[in-house]
């Protein structure tokens, strides 16, 4: 399917990347990709620990897995892969992950997703790219058409 531009949210504040992370995980669904990509400070990690927050059942601090690459959590969708693949260099390195067992998991969160080849996102998937201001960041949103209305519906939501 094709990727479009979905929306493009301005976030002053972490807290207010946090907010929208918050209103985007009421609308994650069981096999959904979300990938992030950003320069370092974007405001990434923040974004990932609001949404995998507020996904779960029991509370727990969610930060970037940048050592162990991956980490599980339990939602209410069943399993949540957070994924960070800054410190991927080669695809080789890719390749030693049984990529398809990681999207076979209920939600998969990615971070650096600009490091994997285009190949491994095999399935529809949200795509979140931050960009730093002076003032903010601004987050442009692609996605096919079965993330339209949750998207647009995100737009209408107190953020």
């Not at 301005?10 to 979300?34: G, K």
């Not at 992030?36 to 949404?51: D, I, M, N, P, R």
Request: hydrophobic residues 45%; contains cysteine; glycine residues 6%.
């Amino acid at each position: 399917m094709k990727r479009v531009e979905l929306g493009i949210f301005f976030c002053p504040t972490a807290l207010s990347t946090e907010n929208l992370a918050t209103v985007l995980a009421q609308r994650v669904l069981a096999q959904d990709v979300i990938v992030l990509q950003g320069e370092v400070g974007a405001g990434k990690t923040t974004f990932a620990g609001a949404l995998i927050r507020a996904m779960m059942s029991t509370p727990c601090i969610a930060g970037s897995p940048a050592f162990p690459l991956i980490q599980e959590y339990k939602i209410a969708q069943g399993r949540l892969l957070h994924c960070d693949f800054y410190r991927l260099r080669e695809e080789e390195e890719i390749s030693e992950f049984a990529f398809d067992e990681i999207l076979d998991h209920e939600v998969v969160l990615i971070e650096w997703a600009e490091r994997l080849p285009p190949y491994f996102l095999k399935k529809n998937h949200l795509a979140i790219r931050f960009e730093q201001r002076p003032a903010g960041r601004l987050l442009h949103v692609f996605g096919d058409l079965t993330w339209r209305s949750r998207i647009v519906s995100m737009a209408h939501s107190s953020l």
